[in-house]
Structure formats: structure tokens, C-alpha cells
């Protein structure tokens, strides 16, 4: 009836006001933190799986420790809407950066720190003369720092994206092609881009239940890959079953809550003195 198709639009509207406020509250939150400096940084350590020793760390933005709280795939999407991805961005690269030096001046063991990179932010060769300068003025090296992005980056296909990614590899910096996986993929993004590493994504590991064609899948990419001299990290390595998957595949890198979650870098500082 008219009554409650009108129940309906205004059912919507108050739906969409909702989710409209929230972003804006989402928003100005971001903005208050950046200011105040209050947004932490988590890192969740990655293994070599030869060794069994941590070889590096991938960081990972938190909301401050308040009331209500967001997770990044909460509140990254619309800081990339609202253009605050890129001061963001900058706080992110500064502070693991410097974290970075700060743990190789404290303990000399090799570490490299991977850093996640918004689509948004590879638009502007602003990232590009960020990072330059930033590590220039570090004493981290370039080469210690793996840049982590996700195909979503290449859907526009600019020349520009590729402009961006080369220049930056020429400067010594790893590429790494995140959440490699069943969603959208493109073999082709292997050979056009300048790609060091491919982490598969968690959606691609066997769930433990012997499901032999995404088992086939997975062998059969690991091996491409490796014929084709990438970095292999797995992540979201929650179980044995997987992590024994990964170790006849022949997985370089191993990431996931059953060797360690993100934690704050004081926990890392500790890791890596047991690790001395
Ligand atoms: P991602 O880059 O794929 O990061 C991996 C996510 O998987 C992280 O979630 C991590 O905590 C989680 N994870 C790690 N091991 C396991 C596991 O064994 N099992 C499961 N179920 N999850 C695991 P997080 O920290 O909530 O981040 C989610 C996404 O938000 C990230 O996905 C990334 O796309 C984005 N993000 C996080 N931090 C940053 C950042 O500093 N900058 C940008 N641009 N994006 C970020
Ligand atoms: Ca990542
Ligand atoms: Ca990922
Ligand atoms: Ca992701």
C-alpha cells in the first residue's frame, strides 16, 4: 500500500542519514586525531620461513585507544574519500620509518618494514617525493622498505601508477602486490608492474577441510610464481594444517596470528632482543 511504501522511504532516508553522520563523525575523528597526534602504530611480524626467524614487520594503523573504537577497514576507506588518506599516509611513512632506524640502531639484526599503500595515495607523485625525501633524510635504506599495495591501484591503468611504482623501485624500494588471491586478480599485473614480492591473501588459504581444486589452485600459483622469481609471503597463517601447506609449497614468508598478531612496537623491541 502508499502507507507503507512511504514507511519504506523514510525507513531508507533515516538509514541513510545514519550512515551519512557516521562518516562525517568518522571523519572529523580522523582529523582530531591526526592533529593531536593520537593514531598508533601496530606491527605484525613476518617469518622467513627457512630460518623460522622474524625477517621483517608490516605496519598497521590503530585507532586510539577511546570509547568507540574503528578498525582500519572501517576508517582507511573514508579517510581515501575525504582526502585525508594522504597527510595519513605521511604520518604512517614518517613513524615506521623512524621506528625502523630506531630498532636497527638498538638491535643490528636485519629487518624490513613493510608498509601499506592506498590506491589513492599512488595518484599524486606527492607519495613519490614523501618517500624520497623521508628516507633520504632516515637512515634507514631504501631497500629495507617493501611498499605493500593491492591491485585496486592498477584499475585505472594509468601510466602514471607505473611512472610512480618504477621510480620508486629504481630508488631501491621493494614492491610488494598485496591480497593476491581468488578475488579479482590479474596474472598480467605480475609482468606490467615493477613487482619484488606477492603476498597471498588470507581467502586463498586452504580452509582444513581437503577441498582439492582450491588446493590445486594454490599449488599451481605458488609454482607459477616461483618460476617466475617473486617473493612468496603467505598471510593469515592461523593453523598448523596451513603452515605445513605453505612449507611444501616452498613459501618464502610467513605471516598470521599463529606465529604472532600486530602488536605494539615495544612488544617487537622485545621479540627482537630474544632473537639477538
Ligand atoms: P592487509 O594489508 O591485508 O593487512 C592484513 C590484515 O590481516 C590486518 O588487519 C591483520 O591484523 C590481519 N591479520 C594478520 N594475521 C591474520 C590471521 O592470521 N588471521 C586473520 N583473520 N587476520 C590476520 P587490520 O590491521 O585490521 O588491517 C586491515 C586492512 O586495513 C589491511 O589489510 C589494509 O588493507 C588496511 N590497513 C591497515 N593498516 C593500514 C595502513 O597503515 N595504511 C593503509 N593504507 N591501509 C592499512
Ligand atoms: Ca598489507
Ligand atoms: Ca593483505
Ligand atoms: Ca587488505
Redesign the pocket.
Known amino acids: 500500500s502508499k502507507q507503507s511504501g512511504k514507511g519504506k522511504i523514510s525507513f531508507y532516508k533515516a538509514q541513510y542519514q545514519y550512515e551519512f553522520s557516521r562518516r562525517v563523525d568518522i571523519q572529523n575523528s580522523i582529523k582530531h586525531n591526526l592533529e593531536n597526534k593520537s593514531f598508533r ?2 606491527y ?1 611480524p613476518v617469518f622467513c620461513s627457512k630460518t623460522q626467524r622474524i625477517s621483517g614487520v ?5 585507532w586510539p585507544d577511546t570509547e568507540i573504537s574503528y ?3 572501517e576508517f ?1 576507506p573514508i ?2 574519500e575525504c582526502r585525508l ?1 594522504e597527510p ?2 605521511e604520518w ?1 611513512i614518517s613513524t ?1 620509518l623512524q621506528q625502523l632506524s630506531d630498532w636497527q640502531q638498538n638491535f643490528q639484526i636485519p629487518l624490513t618494514l613493510s ?4 590506491p589513492v ?1 599512488l595518484q599524486k607523485s606527492t607519495l613519490l617525493t614523501y618517500l624520497l625525501t623521508t628516507i633520504e633524510k632516515s637512515n634507514v635504506k631504501s631497500s629495507n622498505v617493501i611498499l ?1 599495495i ?1 591491485e585496486t591501484a592498477f584499475m585505472e591503468d594509468s601510466k602514471e601508477v607505473i611512472d610512480i611504482l618504477t621510480t620508486l623501485s629504481n630508488n631501491g624500494f621493494r614492491i610488494a602486490l ?2 593476491f588471491g581468488m578475488g579479482y586478480s590479474s596474472i598480467s599485473h605480475l609482468m606490467s608492474y615493477p613487482i619484488d614480492i606477492v ?1 597471498l ?2 581467502s586463498i588459504q586452504p580452509l582444513d577441510d581437503n577441498n582439492d581444486k582450491r588446493l590445486k589452485i594454490i599449488e599451481g600459483l605458488s609454482l607459477m610464481l616461483k618460476a617466475l622469481d617473486f617473493s612468496v609471503v603467505a ?4 593453523t598448523p594444517t596451513q603452515h605445513a601447506l605453505c612449507n611444501t609449497l616452498g613459501i618464502d614468508y610467513l ?5 604472532a ?2 602488536m605494539p612496537a615495544h612488544e617487537i623491541s622485545q621479540l627482537l632482543k630474544k632473537e639477538k
Open positions: 602504530l601496530f605484525q608490516e605496519a598497521l594503523i590503530r578498525t582500519p577497514d582507511i579517510a581515501e588518506i595519513l599516509g604512517i615506521a608498509i601499506n599503500i592506498s595515495q605493500e593491492t598485496d591480497d603476498k591473501d588470507k598471510e593469515g597463517i592461523e605471516q598470521g596470528f599463529l606465529f598478531r600486530p
